[in-house]
């Protein structure tokens, strides 16, 4: 994309999403809509941008969000702080809210070996805690869980998490020629003791391989039931 056919699109996908929130939004069910950012380069890669140069990449497509009408804008799949640094500057220079997600590897960590701990804490201390909130994405709990220790002051931080289907690492994702949609119960169940360790998890969704049955598993076991 041009600067002029990236700003359009952008325009255009957070149209849809206001579509959609006048449809089903109500005071009781709000929609926040916001402004996707993927990773200058492959999810599963560190990349090597510094802090400064991901700033600038990222603000054009920070700034088309700006000139809408979206709440705030939302990375996932970051591999690495310098990035998620740079994101965070060039949302707060168009004071735009923020939400920064890591993903991780099978041993909880970023690809980089950075413990995801650390990289929200460095991401804080160079942008005075811009981020709105953190997430998790593009992982399956199974690999997370072990980097989750209660009493821990950057967990306060994490709002959510959108995890894979699958439980196998990124290479094997990477290589597989079929999908893996793993078990959507088990997702679910997954989901719901993440809830009961971390209350500040509310914000649940799926990532790669997930669908309607993994939602659907996810909202039962997590969503009080109405009597």
């Given at each position: 994309?041009?600067?002029?056919?990236?700003?359009?699109?952008n325009?255009?996908?957070?149209?849809?999403?206001?579509?959609?929130?006048n449809?089903?939004?109500?005071?009781?069910?709000?929609?926040?809509?916001?402004?996707?950012?993927?990773?200058?380069?492959?999810?599963?890669?560190?990349?090597?941008?510094?802090?400064?140069?991901?700033?600038?990449?990222?603000?054009?497509?920070?700034?088309?969000?700006?000139?809408?009408?979206?709440?705030?804008?939302?990375?996932?799949?970051?591999?690495?702080?310098?990035?998620?640094?740079?994101?965070?500057?060039?949302?707060?220079?168009?004071?735009?809210?923020?939400?920064?997600?890591?993903?991780?590897?099978t041993?909880?960590?970023?690809?980089?070996?950075?413990?995801?701990?650390?990289?929200?804490?460095?991401?804080?201390?160079?942008?005075?805690?811009?981020?709105?909130?953190?997430?998790?994405?593009?992982?399956?709990?199974?690999?997370?869980?072990?980097?989750?220790?209660?009493?821990?002051?950057?967990?306060?931080?994490?709002?959510?998490?959108?995890?894979?289907?699958?439980?196998?690492?990124?290479?094997?994702l990477?290589?597989?020629?079929?999908l893996?949609?793993?078990?959507?119960?088990?997702?679910?169940?997954?989901?719901?003791?993440?809830r009961?360790?971390?209350?500040?998890?509310?914000?649940?969704?799926?990532?790669?391989?997930?669908?309607?049955?993994?939602?659907?598993?996810?909202?039962?076991?997590?969503?009080?039931?109405a009597?």
């Open positions: 994309y041009g600067p002029e056919a990236l700003r359009a699109v325009e255009s996908s957070i149209e849809l999403l206001l579509d959609l929130r449809e089903f939004g109500t005071a009781e069910t709000p929609c926040v809509i916001s402004g996707a950012i993927g990773p200058r380069g492959d999810g599963y890669k560190a990349g090597n941008m510094d802090a400064n140069e991901a700033e600038a990449y990222h603000a054009a497509q920070i700034e088309s969000f700006a000139r809408t009408e979206a709440d705030m804008v939302a990375a996932y799949t970051l591999t690495n702080f310098h990035e998620a640094i740079g994101v965070a500057r060039a949302a707060k220079a168009h004071a735009m809210p923020c939400m920064i997600s890591f993903t991780v590897e041993d909880g960590k970023l690809v980089t070996g950075m413990a995801l701990g650390e990289a929200i804490d460095r991401v804080d201390d160079a942008t005075v805690g811009a981020p709105a909130y953190y997430m998790i994405n593009c992982a399956h709990p199974t690999h997370f869980m072990q980097a989750l220790k209660k009493g821990e002051r950057w967990l306060d931080r994490v709002y959510g998490v959108k995890a894979n289907a699958s439980a196998k690492s990124h290479a094997e990477d290589e597989s020629e079929t893996d949609a793993g078990d959507p119960d088990d997702l679910g169940r997954r989901y719901s003791g993440l009961a360790s971390f209350p500040t998890m509310r914000i649940l969704g799926g990532c790669c391989g997930t669908d309607h049955r993994h939602i659907a598993a996810i909202c039962e076991a997590c969503v009080p039931q009597a």
